[in-house]
C-alpha cells in the first residue's frame, strides 16, 4: 500500500482524511443527485415538446390566415379556427408535462417500476390525474399492482446496519436460511457478517 500513500502524496493528500475532505469538496461540482438530473432532463424534454408545438401552431395558424386572405374563410372561421388550433396545442403540452411527470414518478424510489412503459400499459390513466406535484389516484392502482405483478418493480434492497467488532456491518432482523443458499452466497454473506453463526 506504500505506492498508494505515495501517489496520495503526489497529489497533495497526506492523509485519509485529506481525501474525504477533498472529495467532499470537489464531488458536488460534478456530480448531481439522479433527482436533480431527472427534474433537468423533464425541463428540457418538456421544453423541447413545447418549442415543437409552438413551431406547429404557428404554421396551422398561418395557413388559416392565407385561407382567409384569398377569401376561403370568413373572419369568424378563421378566429374559430384560431381558437381550436391554440387549444389543440395547450392540451398537447398539457399532456406532455404529465407523461414525463407520470414516467418520473413510476421510476422513482417511491414505487420503483423497472419500465415506466410497462407499469402505464397496466393502469387506468383515465383515473389519475395531475394536482400541482401531487397525483390522484395513482397509489390506488399502484399498491393492487405491486401485490398481484411484483416482477414490474424493482426489489427493496435488504437495510444494512450497525457494524460488527471488525468495522464490518451486519444485517438487522431475521437469520437468512442457509439451507436454501450456495456455497458461494454463503461465503459472501459471512464474509460481511463475520460475527454471524450458521446453526
Known amino acids: 500500500m506504500d505506492w498508494l500513500k505515495e501517489l496520495l502524496k503526489n497529489a497533495g493528500i497526506e492523509n485519509i482524511e485529506d481525501l474525504e475532505t477533498k472529495i467532499a469538496k470537489e464531488l458536488p461540482k460534478y456530480y448531481k443527485p439522479a433527482n436533480v438530473f431527472n427534474e433537468v432532463n423533464e425541463k428540457l424534454k418538456n421544453a423541447n415538446t413545447e418549442i415543437e408545438t ?3 401552431t404557428n404554421a396551422n395558424i398561418q395557413t388559416e390566415y392565407e385561407n382567409y386572405k384569398k377569401g376561403s ?3 369568424e372561421e378563421y378566429e374559430k379556427k384560431v381558437q381550436e388550433i391554440q387549444n389543440e396545442a395547450d392540451e398537447q403540452v ?3 408535462k404529465f407523461d414525463s411527470r407520470l414516467d418520473m414518478k413510476l421510476t422513482s424510489r417511491e414505487i420503483g417500476a423497472k419500465d415506466a412503459k410497462e407499469i402505464r400499459a397496466n393502469l387506468d390513466l383515465s383515473k389519475i390525474s395531475l394536482d400541482g406535484e401531487n397525483f390522484i389516484g395513482l397509489m390506488e392502482q ?3 399492482l405491486k401485490e398481484n405483478k411484483d416482477y414490474l418493480f424493482n426489489k ?3 437495510i444494512i446496519i450497525g457494524s460488527g467488532e471488525s468495522g464490518r456491518q451486519k444485517v438487522d432482523g431475521d437469520k437468512p436460511d442457509f439451507s436454501k443458499m ?3 452466497e454463503i461465503a459472501k454473506y459471512l464474509e460481511q457478517n463475520p460475527d454471524a ?3
Do not use: N
Request: glycine share 0%; hydrophobic share 25%.
Open 73 to 75: 374563410i370568413t373572419q
Open 182 to 184: 450456495s456455497y458461494d
Open 54 to 56: 409552438l413551431k406547429t
Open 197 to 199: 453463526e450458521i446453526e
Open 156 to 158: 427493496e434492497e435488504t
Open 94 to 96: 398539457k399532456q406532455a
Open 142 to 144: 399502484i399498491t393492487p
